[in-house]
């Protein structure tokens, strides 16, 4: 469960985030999607903990991330790529987060095996592809076996065989009781996979509700996208 | 527990990356390979009657010269703990950087900078605790029956620890400044600089006496006794006064990093 209330972000004298407010509930897919800029990653980087809010809160499971003990195994998250250091090979960057969270060894093999890395796991991550990276991103978010899943863009970088892998994954985890929340800017990407959608566009929240609520009255959610942000954009 | 799990992570960070090795090998590996040099050409000068060409005769000092690289060693390690959490990922591989994850791995920053901390005191202790030893054994074994061994086994001892403590020092420096420049560059040219081709506090204390309270300078008579430069510090005052700019300077890295968007 996420919960997201009066979110207020400030850059200087730039509002980045007005009030914004939603919730991600546990068995669903929840698709945050909005143009670039619109405050998607400002959102998520408060919600785990990276960058500091100027007003409101983001609550996971009831918490604020940095009160969790070992966040690993609440949340698994992927916000800047592969998050790992380029000299380093993907399994040495899984085995300190393991660490850190106390999380077993035996679970690097488990999650390797999972994003389909296991015969890249010695290479060095600066020799990675785009999609590659995403792939060590996604493993080390899956390393705690996490409750809740923050995926920035997720499917960015992945070729078609690798967002259907990913579509199959999230909806796996989310069928499985699992709260899954993902940004994106790619409509067709997530209209197939997300249960909730929240859009948002500078910086505030223009729709939230089930797909079918959002969509209704447009003929796609492309459409309804479109037609909401622009809007916003307008005002 | 969460303490332990920290460093431990952050002990992995640094050995699995290669400037965390290079910067062990150096203090290591560079210091030993130093000492070779130093006792050979001690031997030859001893072995052919013209003590005058070199510096000591005694085979710890003929060691402890190479304790210059220990410092370059701590350096580095220090540098590489949080100078690697903002390397730029290659734009192919999708850019990013590494302390997005370090930070929801670990989302107590002052939790994160302690165990950093004490990844390096530990890394620096010990490569000091294997190095010295080793060192002053060959340096003994090379310069052979030609040693005249100037120093006691206790004022060595005093020395080894005071060495080990300005190294350790040095490298939580190191590690606090880095936290504020959040790149590894700037740091490592120039503490690496001060601390082994020029050093600016030297050149300092030219202008102003105020320059030997400068860390590196109080901190001189840690390893290399009384016969140095004139003026100054003594050994403990500088002990303490180095400590002190050590935890200042680490309050103010952990207040700005607490602060600090990620």
């Not at chain 1, 980087?45 to 003990?69: K, M, N, W």
């Not at chain 2, 390690?77 to 850019?95: F, H, K, Q, R, W």
């Not at chain 2, 061994?149 to 206790?154: K, P």
């Amino acid at each position: 469960m996420i919960d997201i209330e009066q979110l207020v972000k400030r850059h200087g004298a730039r509002t980045v985030l007005d009030r914004v407010g939603f919730q991600a509930a546990p068995g669903r897919v929840t698709a945050f999607l909005g143009p670039n800029g619109a405050g998607k990653s400002s959102t998520l980087r408060i919600l785990v903990g990276l960058d500091r809010a100027d007003g409101g809160h983001a609550l996971v499971a009831g918490r604020r991330y940095s009160e969790l003990a070992a966040p690993l195994r609440t949340v698994g998250s992927m916000l800047d790529g592969s998050g790992a250091h380029r000299s380093r090979t993907a399994r040495a960057h899984l085995a300190w987060v393991a660490r850190s969270n106390g999380i077993g060894g035996h679970r690097i093999a488990e999650v390797l095996d999972r994003v389909g890395l296991t015969d890249h796991a010695r290479a060095r991550v600066g020799s990675y592809s785009l999609g590659m990276g995403q792939r060590l991103g996604l493993a080390a978010a899956l390393l705690g076996e996490p409750e809740v899943l923050v995926l920035d863009e997720p499917v960015n970088g992945l070729d078609p065989e690798g967002i259907r892998w990913i579509r199959g994954l999230l909806r796996g985890h989310a069928d499985a009781g699992g709260t899954v929340l993902l940004s994106s800017h790619l409509m067709s990407e997530v209209a197939g996979l997300a249960d909730d959608i929240v859009m948002i566009a500078g910086g505030r929240i223009v729709a939230s509700g089930p797909l079918d609520e959002v969509t209704s009255g447009y003929a796609d959610l492309e459409d309804a996208f479109f037609a909401l942000t622009d809007a916003e954009a307008s005002r | 527990m969460r303490l332990i799990r920290a460093v431990s992570a952050e002990l992995s960070k640094c050995l699995t990356l290669p400037g965390g090795r290079a910067g062990i090998a150096v203090a290591m590996l560079g210091s030993i390979a130093l000492t070779v040099l130093n006792a050979m050409t001690a031997r030859r000068a001893l072995a052919s009657g013209q003590p005058e060409l070199i510096a000591s005769a005694s085979p710890f000092e003929t060691a402890f010269a190479a304790m210059p690289l220990g410092t370059v060693g701590a350096v580095v390690l220090g540098v590489i703990a949080i100078g690697s959490e903002y390397t730029p990922n290659s734009p192919d591989a999708g850019g990013g950087r590494q302390i997005g994850t370090t930070l929801t791995a670990l989302p107590q920053r002052i939790g994160l900078l302690s165990a950093k901390a004490v990844a390096v005191v530990l890394l620096v202790v010990g490569i000091a605790a294997v190095t010295l030893p080793v060192s002053i054994g060959v340096a003994r074994l090379i310069v052979g029956e030609f040693a005249v061994e100037s120093v006691s086994v206790a004022e060595a001892v005093v020395r080894c620890l005071g060495g080990t403590l300005y190294w350790t020092l040095t490298g939580l420096m190191a590690l606090a400044i880095t936290t504020l420049t959040r790149s590894a560059t700037v740091p490592l040219i120039v503490l690496i600089m001060n601390n082994s081709l020029v050093s600016f506090s030297l050149l300092l204390t030219n202008l102003t006496s105020l320059a030997h309270w400068l860390p590196d300078l109080a901190g001189r008579r840690l390893f290399t006794g009384i016969d140095t430069v004139d003026g100054g510090l003594d050994a403990v005052p500088g002990a303490w006064v180095m400590a002190a700019w050590t935890v200042a300077l680490l309050l103010v890295a952990g207040a700005v990093l607490r602060r600090r968007d990620a």
